[in-house]
Nanobody, 124 residues
Framework: QRQFVESGGGLVQPGGSLRLSCKPSGFNLDFEKIGWFRQAPGKEREKVACISPSDGETYYTDSAKGRFTISLDGAKKAVFLQIGSLDVEDTAVYYC?????????????????WGQGTQVTVSS
């Protein structure tokens, strides 16, 4: 079964940082575009950022620009999401999935191979 496995979440104080990891299970990332998403309590899941391994292009939603950095490890075995200056509003379950479209100006589905997510809680 193809899916992603997310990790790296936890309880962090406001102003702190985290690096989330997303690893594929049952497939590789050579030809896939990968997106990070999050779902806060009581809210719909929203896009955060995506990356295209074939050309390195990335896309960030307006709310993610400046504090979020998506990256790929050199062996294309994992995708990371670095989050800085965490705020309580960043509290959410963070997921990754493949994305049909990802480029400098686009981040659109369909999305597949969702993982179980990793919980990020920002609290003092």
């Amino acid at each position: 079964q193809r899916q992603f496995v997310e990790s790296g979440g936890g309880l962090v104080q406001p102003g702190g940082s985290l690096r989330l990891s997303c690893k594929p299970s049952g497939f590789n990332l050579d030809f896939e575009k990968i997106g990070w998403f999050r779902q806060a309590p009581g809210k719909e899941r929203e896009k955060v950022a995506c990356i295209s391994p074939s050309d390195g292009e990335t896309y960030y939603t307006d709310s993610a620009k400046g504090r979020f950095t998506i990256s790929l490890d050199g062996a294309k075995k994992a995708v990371f999401l670095q989050i800085g200056s965490l705020d309580v509003e960043d509290t959410a379950v963070y997921y990754c999935a493949t994305s049909s479209y990802c480029g400098t100006y686009v981040f659109e589905g369909p999305y597949e191979y969702w993982g179980q997510g990793t919980q990020v809680t920002v609290s003092s």
